[in-house]
């Protein structure tokens, strides 16, 4: 460390003491951050135990900083308000909420129940179950599904992380089931549903719902390779206790993998410390930790084809009671040579 820093005054932030009252916790960060400011002109932030580059500790300061005035004004925040308080330091709403999300999980809050933050839901469902269903998700869900516990036989719920996933799988079933090919069963009784790359409130709502509904659920969770996946994987299991994790297995990318950043690794090791986690996601989140490699399953064309036959698979119906988890095996359909060219 050079003389420089060594000068500098140091802010850090302890996330092993997490506070009962996630208000406490922000307006406790954002007065010791307040009295740096006061007291110097200059000074060095350590959030999550990492240095930051300077842009990225003044994301941390404005984050905090949005936080602590809103909840101190506010019941219920609008994530957009977050935003627009400093969107030309953001940039993208995106930007502010990957922030967001790290803030929840280093301190194992719930960006709603526990935070008060809620987002603008863009939900979307599709199911054979309710004819002429509306592919986006609305509050209606319990008129639509009042019949789900009349179901005679168990019912596939998917539950898939972001919307393009869903818009693949729907336009895959469509056609597959229109082709009727030879010697295949037919998918009946199934409900795709996902959120837009976060535990969707909405989501989390329907989950409960159906939870209660006494069908025989056969619910699965399906996200990208990475801490969030794992993260909204641990979320939803809170509103349908059933549901399993599928781990992707062996997969070829044609797209590049996603950046593992630093950051990642301290919220792997917050997740471990989880007291809901499950082993499989321990031992998924040492395999990030070790690999350092993170994937997105947005480009995976073959995924659709997957999930098909996982749902339709014997082990699937006769053993998902007893499996603690799935696994998926992905390939693109072509040689891993010829991945070069793409």
């Known amino acids: 460390m050079s003389q420089e820093l060594i000068s500098i005054p140091i802010v850090n932030i302890d996330r092993s003491k997490k506070k009962t009252s996630p208000y406490d916790t922000v307006m406790s960060i954002a007065t010791t951050v307040w ?14 135990g990492i240095r930051k580059k300077p842009s990225e500790k003044l994301r941390w300061l404005l984050l905090i900083q949005s936080l602590a005035s ?17 969107s030309h330091v953001w940039g993208q709403f995106f930007d502010c909420y990957n ?76 056609y597959f089931q229109e082709q009727q090919i030879s010697g295949q069963k037919v998918w009946t009784n199934f409900i795709i549903i996902s959120g837009s790359g976060f535990p969707d409130s909405l989501v989390r709502r329907f989950l409960q719902f159906i939870s209660s509904s006494g069908t025989k659920l ?48 301290v919220i792997l090791e917050n997740l471990k410390r989880r007291v809901d986690i499950d ?21 995976h064309r073959r995924l659709p084809l997957h999930i098909y036959e996982l749902v ?6 006769t053993e998902f009671d007893n499996a603690e988890y799935f696994e998926l095996e992905i390939n693109p359909g072509f040689l891993k040579e010829e991945l070069t060219q793409y």
């Open 312 to 317: 339709l698979s014997e082990k699937f119906v």
């Open 218 to 265: 056969k619910p699965i969770v399906i996200t990208d390779s990475d801490p969030y996946g794992l993260h909204i994987y641990l979320t939803y299991k809170r509103y349908l206790e059933s549901v399993k994790y599928v781990r992707i297995k062996d997969a070829f990318y044609i797209a590049a993998k996603l950046e593992y950043k630093p950051s990642n690794t």
């Open 279 to 299: 082993k499989i996601i321990v031992e998924t989140a040492n395999d990030m930790l070790k690999t350092k490699e993170c994937m997105s399953l947005d480009k």
């Open 35 to 48: 009295l740096f400011l006061k007291l110097y002109s200059d000074f060095d932030v350590r959030v999550q």
């Open 99 to 174: 922030y967001l999300k790290n803030f929840a999980i280093i301190f194992d809050y719930d960006l709603l129940s526990d935070l008060n933050i809620y987002f603008e839901s863009s939900a979307k469902i599709y199911s054979d179950l309710v004819p002429g269903l509306n592919y986006k998700l609305d509050d209606d869900y319990a008129t639509k599904f009042k019949k789900i516990g009349e179901i005679d036989g168990p019912v596939a719920v998917i539950i898939l992380e972001k919307n393009c996933m869903l818009r693949s799988m729907k336009n895959y079933v469509e």
């Open 70 to 86: 809103l909840m101190s004004t506010e019941s219920k925040i609008a994530a957009r308000k977050i935003y627009y308080q400093f």
